[in-house]
């Protein structure tokens, strides 16, 4: 019993009272079954062209566009499908390498500029067909490249190719349960805009969300809903 207290305590000083309570509900679902579970995830947005310099020095890292690079996608640790979705859809793979010629991949980010098929949950993401937003679906750090700059060098570079299209605004969900994400997110200037809550009940999926379609229960052949997600009303 102490030891789930000093867990549940560590959870909510780095998650929240509520998100550490959701993730202990979500941990008793899965232990009653495997095919039961509860999700959290924030609505993103983060104002493209405000970024500053990270003051890293010049030539340390080396980020480039791979999306249509076969030998880099391979190196993803994500399914074939999950890429081939991405790269069909206009999606943009931009990935970190160290500046001295290794070809070992140290992080990447994914933008896509239309509707979004997410692969964890069912449904759709999509900017609004109104303004100048993408969404960033997809960004990762390689666990021996963490706790430097990669994270940041990733998203100037995501930043300045958002600027060249003319965007403003870059939407994504981040799991509440990852506050060192969240955190990461936040320090560059992204705002919550929203929650979208999941509830897994054998193979179904109960959607919960403060925006349409609100509520959604969906099966694996059936329909998936679509969500709009809509930035601040200004970028101050």
Do not use: K
Not at 24 to 48: F, T
Not at 84 to 101: D, K, T
């Amino acid at each position: 019993m102490t030891r789930v207290l000093q867990r549940f305590r560590s959870r909510r000083r780095d998650l929240g009272l509520a998100n550490a309570l959701l993730l202990g509900l979500h941990g008793a679902l899965q232990r009653l079954n495997d095919h039961l579970g509860l999700a959290r995830y924030y609505l993103l947005a983060q104002p493209v062209g405000q970024m500053h310099a990270s003051g890293n020095r010049p030539g340390r890292l080396q980020i480039r566009d791979i999306t249509e690079d076969p030998a880099a996608l391979a190196q993803l640790p994500r399914a074939t499908e999950q890429v081939r979705y991405r790269q069909e859809h206009g999606g943009v793979c931009l990935a970190a390498f160290a500046a001295n010629g290794e070809t070992h991949m140290l992080g990447f980010i994914w933008l896509l500029f239309g509707p979004y098929h997410e692969n964890e949950h069912r449904c759709v993401l999509q900017p609004p067909p109104d303004a100048p937003c993408a969404l960033d679906v997809d960004v990762y750090v390689f666990p021996e490249a963490r706790g430097g700059l990669v994270f940041a060098e990733l998203w100037q570079a995501a930043d300045r190719a958002l600027q060249e299209r003319g965007i403003e605004w870059s939407l994504s969900r981040i799991s509440a349960f990852n506050g060192s994400s969240l955190r990461a997110h936040e320090r560059l200037g992204a705002r919550r805009i929203g929650s979208l809550y999941f509830l897994q009940l054998g193979r179904s999926e109960l959607l919960l969300t403060g925006r349409p379609p609100f509520l959604a229960l969906t099966r694996p052949d059936g329909h998936v809903p679509t969500i709009t997600l809509h930035p601040p009303a200004n970028r101050a």
